[in-house]
DNA sequence: CACGTTGTCTACCAGTTGGTAGACGTATTG
DNA sequence: CAATACGTCTACCAACTGGTAGACAACGTG
């Protein structure tokens, strides 16, 4: 009772800006930019929105700080995979084990992925500028895969596309998932995973051995 | 000046009910359910917002009105391409070419399915029941080329998780293509349809065996 | 110990939200 | 022509929104 009134930077100090990054994203992430309000953020913390808005100058702001800390824990997984040096399909599928391994365990990250790329998004700029040296970097590794004939030609950064929307698509849509029948369980995404991965196999297996393209 | 006064049956009647559903598709599909406002509509319209409420009882009726409605539209679309008659990745490119035409042309469906399927919507089910008949077909399509040889085996229902995440994906996904620095224009999307279709083709080929691995 | 800094709070606020109540003009119909 | 149904409106409202102002307690430092 008398505790509730010593506040001050002992009580929780600056994990509290820590703890309002996790929940935002949760937020965000789960229900969007626009369904998420502050007040809703501060209950769920046990906080004031005016603590809120100490950390974070404005409701933007703190979306923002939520996507460069999102982004930087989506480069980190990725860098592991690309410094794993696997080669071909292999790299693919640690990618998508990656993928699948944030869809089960931080769901609200890939929420988030989807609320930002939303088309005529405000702040698609954002996860773009943060995210854009990893879509480079992958796009480098298609094309060495394809000269190295590991992969079948084609334009890198279409291909990409394809793979990205595949990837994020199948670890994404739960709801259509359910709706054919799969509910979301353990062992449906396992299979779901398995099921990714031969047709990404199917899509990037070069035709012909070594196509030689200048 | 004096027609304002004029209000009443005369100067709108009931195709006031069709115009509030198609500004609302568009709200609702560019920006979200959360952050279209009932208000925001009716200006649109250039009516009152109780004009909406009297058609429709609140803003989540409307919601699902529009979701009805596009349901509708969806299927008469695909229903064209079944009774097409063609075959194996005719057909697949038949419902490619589909899609592309109606994210070129209305592209707020394309948003609204985005909306409508975000995990934990709680309309999903709405969506979902509307458009199962669409994949249930789309699934014994998928199984019957199997046996005829025309199309990769594979379990039917995850294989059309599959293609739905990639097409989706491919016509949905322009902040991600703009990322990887395609520009929304017309040729960009001609080229984005064909790579897509290259990538179909790849992975659906029968004569195209994936290497097992366990 | 005095004093500024830091982190949280209470108290507000103006604007917006979805929604209700009811007036009013028009058209239809007995 | 009276009565009723219909479609739109004006007038509100309580709840909630993001955000400001400023009090206040604890801490760190001279």
């Known amino acids: 009772m008398v505790d509730e009134l010593r506040y001050g930077s002992v009580v929780a100090g600056a994990d509290t800006k820590r703890r309002i990054l996790d929940v935002a994203l949760d937020a965000f992430g789960r229900d969007g930019y626009a369904a998420t309000s502050l007040d809703g953020l501060a209950e769920g913390l046990g906080i ?7 950390w974070f100058s404005s409701k933007r702001d703190l979306f923002e700080a939520v996507i460069d800390d999102t982004a930087a824990d989506l480069a980190d997984a990725f860098d592991e995979v690309s410094d794993s040096g696997l080669t071909g399909l292999e790299q693919v599928q640690a990618i ?73 698509g199948m670890v994404t849509e739960l709801e259509v998932a359910r709706t ?10 396992v299979m779901r995973r398995r099921e990714l991965m031969r047709f990404l196999r199917a899509a990037l297996s070069p035709e012909n051995p070594a196509p030689v393209i200048a």
């Open 180 to 189: 054919v029948g799969f509910e979301p369980t353990l062992r449906a995404t």
């Open 48 to 54: 004031r929105k005016q603590t809120i808005l100490y």
């Open 96 to 168: 998508v084990d990656q993928a699948f391994r944030l869809a089960v365990r931080r769901p609200e990250v890939l929420g988030l992925v989807r609320e930002v790329t939303r088309p005529g998004s405000l702040t698609a700029s954002r996860l773009a500028t943060r995210v854009r040296p990893l879509f480079d970097r992958a796009r480098d590794f298609l094309l060495r895969e394809m000269h190295a004939g590991r992969i079948r030609c084609s334009d890198p950064a279409m291909l990409l596309l394809s793979l990205y929307s595949t990837v994020v």
